[in-house]
């Protein structure tokens, strides 16, 4: 941090390297590869678990899952805790448990200046509002504070509809997602073969398979099943599809709800999927996200019921333009029916409008003056950046 300072020469922060964006390596600059700095210790008897930023959510789901203990996180194992932390954080327990900023508990933090602070509700509280959705852009966050919560079973439904069907799917999935408690969630992938359904049951098992398999009959040509998986498997099932060395782009947003417009421009927009593995991907907030208020973190979309993401996915660097071309169409089709705010982590494209649509003005200026006094020379600045005040 040094030499980037006495340089000036652009420096990228690498935590666990999952960067969508790309944030986290760079050409003709320097990169701080904290990688090695990965040590997780629970403490039991405060239910506590410290996480150093070098971790993935695969290091810190193997030390708290076997305690029957959780941290809300995300849904890909090979995700960095740190990157994914200061964006927000969502997955399978955040209806239960809220986002993974709201199970944080303090953090530490080295500045441009080389100072080490630690920040929670009590210590630099406005630095520790800010961390809690605005991303890399006030230091190195190198050590982190969570909550664990109680983990219990985790009753699975897996259903996958044709394309033919994915229409009256979607609104049957829709009607019966209202009202359903915080123990229950799920998320969707359309492709442009058919959509894939998954709803997960975290609370007593024995309400489970009522709760979960009417969502195996949304239309007709369902196929799977109901049962008990491991959630350290619910959490890498994806590992694979979503691997190192492949190619993505990604575009997201918040809905209120999933509307029939909402459905039509989905169903058109992955009909013309540029690769098989090209998808939009649905997955259900509200619940325990909802409990904190908006103003509360620098996060933005605490109102929102599900978060949307156009990604295509592919091999050959011949695909590039054709694939990225899609996923900003699609992701300029679906925006249309979207909330204020976005969830910074899951959007390819980079620049302070990003941050500006994603925290709306006045969270901006409140990121920007904490900018402006932490980073004023903007050291930190691949990521979706908050230029620090004239």
Known sequence: MHAAAASRALLAVRGGGHSLAGFSTCDGGLVLDLSDLAAVAIDRDTRTIEVGCGALLGDLDRATVPEDYVVPAGVISHTGV??????????????????????????????????????????????????????????????????MHPLGSIIVGEWNYPAANMRQALQALRDRAHGQPRDFTLNFTATATGLSVTAVWSGDAALAHAVLS???????????????????????????????????????????DITDEAIDALLLSIADAPTPDSEIYVLQLGGAVADVADEATAYTGRGASYYWLAEPVWDEAADDDRCIAWGRITGKSLSTFSMAGN????????????ALDAYGPDK??????LKTRLDPHNMFRLNQNITPLA
């Not at 954080?89 to 199970?103: E, F, H, P, Q, V």
């Not at 109901?226 to 990604?250: A, I, T």
């Not at 901006?364 to 003056?369: D, G, I, S, T």
């Open 364 to 369: 901006y200026q409140r990121l920007a003056r």
């Open 82 to 147: 740190a990157g994914l932390t200061l964006g927000g954080g969502m997955g399978w327990a955040s209806r239960r448990y809220g986002l993974t900023i709201d199970s944080l508990l303090g953090a530490e933090i080295v500045t441009a200046a080389g100072d080490i602070i630690w920040a929670s509700a009590t210590s630099e509280p406005e630095l520790f509002w800010g961390i809690r959705g605005g991303g890399g852009n006030f230091g190195v966050v190198t050590r982190f504070k969570f909550r």
């Open 343 to 354: 969830y910074v982590n899951e959007q390819a494209d980079a620049g302070t409008v990003v």
């Open 214 to 256: 009417p969502f195996g009959a949304l239309a007709d040509g369902g196929i799977g099943s109901v049962d008990k998986l491991p959630y350290l498997s619910l959490q890498s099932r994806n590992d694979e599809h979503l691997c190192w060395s492949r190619r993505y782009y990604c575009k997201g947003g918040f809905w209120s």
